[in-house]
């Protein structure tokens, strides 16, 4: 099995934990991830703006470079997801932008590459029974609350993700790498997204409310798939505990880290020390480590 | 708050322009209020989508614009999820967006001095990039 991977940027740089521990349990589970060459930022949101095609521009490029190098994409960053899925949607189904964007980007694309999410290669094309035969450590039903945050789920009718209100591959990917789900009503809220820049405090709130959520249920870590919610809440932690005294504090586990550990990678490759709230002491605690 | 209505103001240029660039039906919306209910930023907006929504079609463009709610939204389309009317409120706010963001003032949002040398060192580009897009020129 080989898949194009889309990297998007910040993988290659905040986010290298999502990245290496995803490239590495791709080789584990034994399918490649050939990344795209030449590849651009996507554009880090899908414009909503009808009259926005020159937004579309940069998915629809990685789309068309995709198509010359094979037939099915993936990515890590739920983000790039959202945009580069959405943008294909709408090449297949709208004739006139398809036209548009074709003669902007001076290429021929119709809307036939694949767009998948790793975490869908992992249930599809590998099997969620595959991953439990291959596991190496047990991570002992350690209670790790799925946060799937927006873009991995709506517009349900485009992301065709899973369901948007009662998510579960998330939940049957914990299951399978002998972990806890922790089932909390915030799951798949919204973490602030760009508000972390635009209006932080809100966007603290937001961070605020869901990790809450995850403690009050017993979680001991949560997992994300996407870099912004990573960062709005795991590293935005220091400004909730500047706000709320007593906030215990929670580890924010990219799923791929999660992944790897079960996987029996060394750890050295999972680049924990990348993730602003340590989980190290969580693993340590757990002999994981 | 005391608002004028009148004839004129409904149907009017600024209702027009917010459904030009949304491409939706502000008509549809039959005010439940299930997507303020559901936004997880509700609690910093000034009014609620739905009440910006009713606003723009009785024509208080100086209301709207004014308040900051659709600067607020995060477009993680919990609304356009949840309407039963099918209306994708996030392309409103969006659009909003776009009206001041499109004047020729450029009254942008935001401006890079503004943050903080420590905030730009632990900020990811994909914060950077996507609030940059939704709120500058």
């Known amino acids: 099995m080989e898949f194009l991977y889309f990297p998007g940027c910040t993988l290659y740089t905040k986010a290298q934990n999502l990245d290496e521990a995803g490239r590495a349990c791709a080789k584990a589970l034994g399918f490649e991830l050939k990344e795209l060459s030449n590849w651009t930022c996507c554009g880090a949101t899908f414009p909503l703006a009808k009259d926005n095609i020159m937004a579309l521009a940069p998915p629809a490029r990685i789309l068309a470079r995709a198509k010359e190098e094979g037939s099915a994409l993936t990515t890590l960053c739920s983000v790039c997801f959202n945009v580069i899925k959405r943008t294909n949607e709408l090449i297949k189904g709208d004739e006139e932008k398809r036209e548009k964007i074709n003669t902007f980007i001076e290429m021929d694309y119709q809307g036939d590459v694949q767009v998948i999410h790793y975490l869908e290669i992992l249930k599809r094309e590998v099997g969620f029974d595959t991953i ?78 869901i990790l809450n959520s995850a403690i009050r249920n017993g979680a001991e870590a949560v997992t994300t798939t996407c870099p912004l919610c990573q960062f709005n809440i795991d590293n935005m932690q220091r400004e909730i505990r500047q706000k709320y005294n007593g906030f215990p504090g929670i580890p924010i586990i990219y799923f791929t880290q999660l992944l790897g550990l079960a996987l029996g990678l060394p750890v050295e490759k999972l680049e924990f020390h990348r993730n602003d709230v340590d989980p190290r002491p969580l693993l340590e605690k757990r002999g994981l480590l | 708050m005391k608002i004028e209505i009148s004839r004129g103001k409904v149907h009017n240029e600024f209702a027009q322009k917010v459904e030009e660039i949304s491409g939706q039906n502000l008509f549809a919306c039959y005010q439940c209020g299930n997507c303020t209910a559901g936004c997880p930023v509700s609690f910093a907006m000034d009014l609620g989508p739905h009440q910006v929504i009713r606003y723009s079609l009785l024509g208080l463009e100086e209301e709207v614009l004014e308040c900051n709610t659709f600067w607020m939204c995060a477009s993680c389309l919990q609304c356009t999820s949840r309407c039963p009317k099918g209306l994708d409120i996030a392309r409103i706010m969006e659009a909003i967006r776009l009206v001041i963001l499109r004047k020729k003032e450029r009254l942008d949002r935001l401006e890079v001095a503004d943050l903080s040398e420590d905030f730009l060192e632990r900020v990811p580009q994909i914060a950077l990039i996507s609030g940059f897009r939704k709120f500058t020129s």
């Open chain 1, 132 to 209: 439990k035969g291959a596991l190496k450590r047990d991570l002992q039903e350690m209670r790790v609350a799925p946060f799937y945050g927006c873009m991995l789920l709506r517009p349900s009718e485009e992301m065709e993700f899973d369901d948007k209100e009662a998510p579960t591959i998330f939940e049957e990917f914990l299951g399978a790498i002998n972990c806890e789900p922790v089932d909390f009503p915030y799951k798949i809220e919204c973490c602030g997204a760009f508000q972390s820049v635009g209006a932080p405090e809100v966007a603290t709130e937001c961070a605020y409310a």
